[in-house]
């Protein structure tokens, strides 16, 4: 039986954008220096070293394209902290004018880069280091001609940097937020609920997921308007969320589906919670408690507290709200105040 031979490369299509936007990122340079080698004239940097540098940035871009979706953001900051490191020694040691300001061209670029695909303060710390290691450079030319432009370089590269990070923190908050309630929307709190599995795995912590499933809001959008029901979808929230210790999250999955995730806290804790948000909620609701096993992924976390929740609302009929653990698999009902639609419409 015959297999394919493996591909070094994929799709380019396929890969993340990191990974793809970092190869595109050192093969230009590998142009830039391969043009700059070409076209050598005496007073630049020794040619054989631009030329070895432009062979360098095809390796690192072929490492890149080779790491595919391994690549990780750590390894680009590293790669860029070479490259800063770099541009500054090239600036430093050449006799061109034009050579020393072209070098700086770049920071910009490399301001946008590291905010939206790095962390962003190691970002600015490696681009800031760069760009002050370049300017250092210009300074050592001893030509006040050049200064100028350099600080205009500069500026430029710091008010792009700042400016695309404004607008990158509004966007993930946007898409990481639901608009109605503000908690965060079925992205924003998978994401979270990631990060906190690996933290409880690594640290061997207790983490309680709950699923919360609003009662009675069809009912309110049926009878009083979706006015009303969004009334009751924010109050709610903002209920819960005034409950929450720090470390919690919020999050709405679905149009009257919310989960809660609890680091560091066991069942009963959970449970505890809960039937205390109950005693004085806006409105009525089921939920089910699952802990988190070490095998666990994020659907299967949510799936079984979306099942222990459907099953204790089927179970309890009227009832208000019911809890369910996975640890004790017991059903506990409490009575909470009147339904949301006796609220709204007193």
Known sequence: ?????????????ALPALTAVTALVFGSFSVLLTLNAALWRPGKNPRDVIAGL???CVLLA????ARGMRFTAAEALVLVALK????????WTTDSSGGAIAHGAGLSI??????????PVAGRLVLFFGASWWFAAILHQDKPDLVPLALSLLAQAIIATEVLSLIKRHMDHSARTDPLTGVLNRLGISKLLERELAK???DSAPLCVIAIDLDGLRTVNNTLGHAAGDELLVSTSRHWHAGMRRRDALGRIGGDEFVLILPSTTPDEAEQMMRRLARTSPGAWSAGVATAQTSDTVESILRRADQLMYVQKAARHSVPIAMASLASQSLEIEQVR???T???NP
């Open 110 to 119: 490399t301001g946008v880069y590291v905010i939206w695909f790095l962390h």
């Open 54 to 56: 432009a062979v360098v």
């Open 1 to 13: 039986m015959t297999t394919k031979p493996r591909r070094l490369f994929k799709d380019p299509r």
């Open 338 to 340: 009147p339904s949301a």
């Open 342 to 344: 006796a609220e709204a």
């Open 200 to 202: 409880a795995s690594r």
């Open 84 to 91: 800063m490191c770099v541009v500054g020694r090239l600036t």
């Open 62 to 65: 072929v490492y890149v394209l």
